[in-house]
């Protein structure tokens, strides 16, 4: 893999935080490109060297972010749901300006949608509907169920402004993850 020049990094950097920081202010359709070179002090030009539009800097944006979790969900494989949630509670508290701005000022539809089809991935293996509570039932109803329940614990967390620490999250979720998997 090659090496991306520290500049490239810099600049595209600057355009994320730009972008979550106006997506703040205003309503995303109404970012233009002008409002991105402003904020992110770079040409017009250069957004374009980098990202088709708006649209491909917040998909990119957005990848970024379901890739880091998805890193994060593997290296998590052989923990129980406490300590995986953990992980992602700490993730989802260092990056609390775009996890925010994507699930509490419901900005960005397309990144629910995404995160919750995230989670329906990553959850179907955990589901057993052959013994327990689940026995009989239909494991794409349950792991819709669950991944719902999570999408809407995690906007509620952000909408309400952490009224938890990320810590108690995780063990809560964790435990109601345990209950409805396994």
């Not at 920081?21 to 002008?34: A, G, P």
């Not at 990119?60 to 052989?78: F, G, P, S, V």
């Not at 999570?150 to 620490?165: A, C, H, L, R, S």
Request: hydrophobic content about 40%.
């Amino acid at each position: 893999m090659s090496k991306v020049d520290r500049r490239i990094l810099k600049t595209q950097e600057a355009l994320k935080k730009a972008i979550i920081e106006l997506m703040s202010e205003k309503n995303f359709d109404d970012i233009t490109i002008r409002d991105l070179s402003d904020r992110a002090n770079v040409s017009r030009g250069t957004i374009y060297l980098h990202y088709l539009d708006k649209y491909d800097l917040l998909d990119k944006l957005i990848e970024t972010h379901i890739n880091e979790l998805r890193d994060r969900c593997e290296a998590a494989a052989d923990m129980d749901f406490i300590n995986g949630s953990l992980i992602w509670t700490e993730y989802f508290e260092s990056n609390y300006s775009f996890f925010s701005m994507m699930l509490a000022s419901k900005g960005a539809p397309f990144f629910r949608r995404r995160f919750l089809d995230f989670l329906h991935e990553e959850f179907m293996d955990e589901v057993n509907i052959t013994k327990g509570i689940n026995q009989g039932l239909n494991k794409t109803v349950i792991v819709r169920f669950v991944a719902s329940a999570y999408v809407g614990v995690v906007e509620w967390w952000f909408t309400n402004d952490k009224p938890i620490p990320h810590q108690e999250l995780a063990e809560q979720l964790g435990i109601l993850l345990e209950r409805n998997c396994n």
